[in-house]
Every structure is written in C-alpha cells, then in structure tokens.
C-alpha cells in the first residue's frame, strides 16, 4: 500500500536542514521511501493568525 504525506516546514537554518535531509534519506531508502518533493517557498500568501 502506497503512502504520501505532504509536509510543509518554516526552516530557519538552510545549512541544518540539508545536514538533516542528507542524513535521513539512506533510511528512506532503505525501507523504500523517499523525499518526493522539496520545495522553497519564498512568499505566503495566507497564514493563521498567531494570537486567535
């Protein structure tokens, strides 16, 4: 059965996250997953309020 999950991160340290990506991809791979997507999305557009 084939699974996708959608995530969106708000990253305040490129450099750690791609440490991160780089580290967690052989496990996805290993048990048959992958980062399908990675995007850098520079402008929001909508986005809760922080105090509702």
């Known amino acids: ?3 996708e999950r959608l995530v969106g991160l708000f990253v ?7 440490q991160y990506r780089e580290k967690l991809y052989p496990l996805l791979q290993k048990y048959g997953g992958d980062f399908g ?8 557009l ?7």
């Open 12 to 18: 305040t340290n490129d450099g750690l996250y791609q």
């Open 37 to 44: 997507y990675v995007f850098i999305v520079s402008k929001v």
């Open 1 to 3: 059965m084939a699974f």
């Open 46 to 52: 909508k986005q809760k309020p922080k105090n509702p």
